[in-house]
């Protein structure tokens, strides 16, 4: 059987994630580098292009104008103002540029055509454009495209059953249904969760299975450890540890091998020996820039520091992964 598989069991994937540490991440270091140039890190950049005031009440998210978290909300920027902060990533060595507002959903409006502006004239640079605007129809889809959108990022965030109990003004099946809408448009899907919002390993094991069961296997998949954002409902929980954040990134990586798997939110408290572990582990990409959307990340420096430590190069853009079929099963003598 080749190793990208839509048929993983949940039991498949929780003897995967309950291997000793070591052994796991031996396992999936070596299916990274059949699948992956692991000396390659892709390196994304963020930019909140309309933050706060949503009207959703995701509870990690400290852009709910539900909750009383302290960040500074705007309305959508300028185009010229969005495209000078591309030209800055892509200065800085970013490959890719994600463009994220605080939407339920898109509406057809002008902020929608201004998105698509914005989205020709990064794409014009040469970056990979992404966006993370929501809920999207099928023809707002196929116009983000037509713009030149590379990836679109939309989180099934946890397991189906946890997901109630995190947001309640939109279903699991709301989520399935705008990527099955941006995979019929043409674009990539980009699709993760979140650790540490007080779920159970299962749920972050079934979120996996539900992302193998996409054909084809989302190209990106962002693992965030929760950043607890004061004033939001999470505020309270504990940070993860790194052990956890090397457990999932290895089994997102035997799980999704060919997936490009980003150490996403929650870098900022992991140590650089964790990150490094994260890296052999199997993830490929970050977020660089010293602020995720509102939230904060580490400083460019350190970055840069810690790729030279590692020998990490960034990867170009629109890359393809290596297709070459394994010959490691993830079930031998397990
Ligand atoms: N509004 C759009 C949506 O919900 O799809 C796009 C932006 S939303 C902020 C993007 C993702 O950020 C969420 O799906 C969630 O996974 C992540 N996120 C938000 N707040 C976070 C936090 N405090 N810690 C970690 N990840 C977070
Ligand atoms: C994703 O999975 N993580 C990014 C991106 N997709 C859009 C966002 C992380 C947000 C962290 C909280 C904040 O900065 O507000
Ligand atoms: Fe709104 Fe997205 Fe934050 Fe949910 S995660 S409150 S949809 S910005």
Not at 296 to 313: A, S, Y
Request: with cysteine.
């Amino acid at each position: 059987m080749g190793d990208i598989r839509n048929n993983w069991k949940l039991e498949e994937i929780k003897e995967i994630y309950e291997m000793p540490l070591l052994e796991l991440v031996y396992r999936a270091s070596t299916l990274h580098r059949q699948h992956n140039d692991p000396r390659e890190v892709q390196v994304s950049s963020l930019l909140s292009i309309k933050t706060g005031k949503c009207s959703e009440d995701c509870s990690y998210c400290p852009q709910s104008a539900r909750h009383k978290s302290e960040i500074e909300s705007h309305k959508l920027m300028d185009v010229d103002a969005v495209v000078a902060c591309a030209k800055q990533a892509k200065a800085s060595g970013s490959s890719r540029f994600c463009m994220g507002a605080a939407w339920r959903e898109v509406k057809d409006d002008e902020d929608f055509d201004s998105i698509l502006e914005m989205v020709k004239q990064v794409d014009a640079l040469g970056m990979e454009v992404c966006c993370t605007l929501g809920m999207l129809t099928e023809s707002q889809a196929k116009k983000l495209k037509e713009a030149g959108v590379y990836a679109y990022n939309h989180n099934l965030d946890t397991s189906r059953e946890y997901y109630s109990k995190i947001i309640t003004t939109r279903t699991y099946d709301d989520r399935l249904e705008t990527l099955e809408n941006v995979r019929n448009a043409g674009m990539t899907i980009c699709c993760g969760g979140i650790l540490g919002m007080g779920e159970k390993d299962e749920d972050r094991l079934k979120m996996l299975q539900t992302l193998s069961q996409l054909t084809p296997h989302p190209e990106s998949v962002p693992i965030n450890a929760l950043q607890p954002v004061p004033g939001t409902p999470l505020e309270k929980n504990e940070l993860i540890s790194v052990w956890e954040m090397i457990r999932m990134i290895a089994t997102t990586r035997i799980v999704l091998p060919s997936a490009v798997v980003r150490l996403s939110a929650g870098r900022i408290n992991f140590s650089k020996e964790g990150q490094a572990l994260c890296f052999l582990a199997g993830a490929n990409s970050i977020f660089a820039g010293d602020k995720l959307l509102t939230q904060p990340n580490p400083k460019q420096n350190e970055d840069t520091e810690l790729f030279k430590i590692l020998g990490l190069k960034s990867r170009p853009a629109f890359k393809e992964p290596i297709k070459q079929k394994s010959t490691l099963s993830v079930k031998q003598d397990i």
